[in-house]
């Protein structure tokens, strides 16, 4: 999880947003502490964690952004989009509405951030598959028609939760370069 003395060669911001209750926290505590918690409270304080990893024999490290529970007041302002070159749109894949809210998140994306920032789909609690709300294939086609990437993760079993920041890190560094 990072050598805090080696040496930086790129910075990365990346956002987190989607409706609350999806699992950004946790999926961003699985990606920079390795750590689940089941009864996550509301995000408070930290705006941000990082973690160095390697891409290609450079050190990226990835400062990734976490709503501080603005998204039940959709007041995530635009200071939170500034400078950001990935977003991860989160939805919870046993509750339908947080699917059907993804249209409005990626316009206010589009809205607020970079014409080029890289943007992955988050179907999150894959683990829930006898709660399931929405379909795999929906998603997919969705992510398909909106030019995002996707990936269905669980923060719980630490499924693809690694496989989604690598790609979205992977896609900007090889915009970059
Ligand atoms: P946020 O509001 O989007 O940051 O959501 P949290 O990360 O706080 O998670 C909301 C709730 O969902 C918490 O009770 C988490 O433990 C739970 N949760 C998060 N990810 C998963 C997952 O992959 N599987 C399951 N079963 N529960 C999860
Ligand atoms: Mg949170």
Do not use: C
């Not at 951030?113 to 683990?127: E, P």
């Not at 719980?156 to 939760?161: D, G, H, K, T």
């Amino acid at each position: 999880y990072g050598d805090p003395s080696q040496k930086i060669d790129y910075v990365f911001k990346v956002v987190l947003i989607g409706d609350s209750a999806v699992g950004k926290s946790q999926i961003l505590a699985r990606f920079a502490r390795n750590e689940f918690s089941l009864d996550s409270k509301a995000t408070i304080g930290v705006e941000f964690q990082t973690r160095t990893l390697v891409i290609q024999h450079k050190s990226v490290k990835a400062q990734i952004w976490d709503t501080a529970g603005q998204e039940r007041y959709r007041a995530v302002t635009s200071a939170y989009y500034r400078g950001a070159v990935g977003a991860m749109l989160v939805y919870d894949v046993t509750k339908r509405q947080t699917f059907d809210h993804i249209p409005r998140w990626l316009e206010e994306l589009r809205g607020h951030a970079d014409k080029n920032i890289v943007i992955i789909l988050i179907g999150n609690k894959s683990d829930l598959e006898n709660q399931r709300a929405v379909q795999t294939d929906d998603a997919k086609e969705f992510a398909q028609k909106e030019g995002l990437f996707f990936l269905e993760t669980s923060a719980l079993e630490s499924s693809n939760v690694e496989t989604a920041f690598l790609t979205v890190l992977t896609e900007i560094f090889n915009i970059m370069n």
